[in-house]
């Protein structure tokens, strides 16, 4: 089914990533013209842009007001317009840390790189929608938001707040800016929570047999998300063609993971779980 994005102008943060990549990606199959945003991955954006072709690599640091004004400034001077931005860009501490052992410096490095990076990058994006009539934007939270993560409240708790709060007040303020009119089914904002994926960050995790077991038996599908699977609903949801009438929703993609155990882990097999 064609999802009408050819040519359309999409910002990916965070493209330098497993996710993020994966998301530029589908975006380039349907034709997009894709800005790929990167902070410190330049040369995984660059070499990501050859590949791709139509494309172009941008870095800034988007927790940082006049980066991220910038940064937005350049994609509009080049191409004249900006239809559509997916917030993935953040950071996750590795570390497993309790709250009462977690420093106030981790709290604030991951809730700006996270949850300000999300704000500063869908303000500038409005101002342009503001003027243009129309957009759309796709924020990247995770199930850390949804059910928690023990050892990683900074991370759920800016997730959290992207899934929810952000998500469902800017789907209201966007359809103001560009409002749904005879042509045009207005600014849509929706979010993708996704779940265990399949990424470099996670590989060494995935390895281990027990911790496969362990995130798959909360699964009613018990196997590990490709990042394929986030970037195909990346590319539905900012289609004004195949989702025009979605918005303010949260996608969780998680194999229907509950916060509880649906599978006795010793009846998982791990090697048809990834």
């Known amino acids: 089914m064609d999802a009408d994005l050819a040519d359309k102008v999409v910002v990916v943060t965070g493209a330098s990533g497993g996710i993020g990549s994966a998301i530029a990606r589908a975006f380039a199959e349907e034709n997009a013209r894709v800005i790929l945003h990167y902070r410190s991955g330049r040369a995984a954006a660059e070499k990501l842009q050859k590949q791709l072709g139509k494309s172009v690599a941008l870095g800034a640091d988007l927790s940082n007001e006049e980066e991220t004004a910038r940064f937005f400034a350049q994609v509009a001077r080049r191409f004249g317009r900006i239809d559509t931005v997916i917030a993935n860009a953040g950071s996750w501490v590795d570390k497993d840390t309790a709250l009462q052992k977690m420093s106030l410096k981790q709290w604030k ?15 500038e994006f409005f101002r342009y929608v503001e003027q243009q009539k129309r ?6 939270a995770s199930t850390a938001g949804i059910f928690g993560e023990a050892g990683h409240a900074d991370y759920a708790s800016a997730k959290a707040a992207m899934a929810f709060g952000l998500t469902r007040t800017l789907k209201n303020e966007i359809a103001r800016i560009a409002p749904h009119t005879a042509s045009y089914c207005g600014g849509r904002v929706n979010c993708i929570c996704p779940g265990w994926t399949a990424i470099e960050r996670t590989a060494y995790k995935l390895k281990n047999a027990k911790a496969v077991r362990k995130a798959t038996a909360t699964m009613a599908l018990p196997q590990i998300a490709r990042p394929e699977d986030i970037a195909n609903a990346a590319v539905f949801l900012s289609s004004d063609r195949l989702a025009r009438h979605i918005t303010g929703q949260t996608l969780v993609i998680a194999g229907g993971m509950e916060g509880r155990l649906l599978w006795d882990p010793n009846e998982i097999d791990p090697s048809i779980a990834l």
């Open 135 to 140: 957009g759309n934007a796709v924020l990247i």
């Open 109 to 123: 490095q991951t809730l700006d790189q996270v949850l300000t990076s999300a704000f500063l990058t869908l303000r």
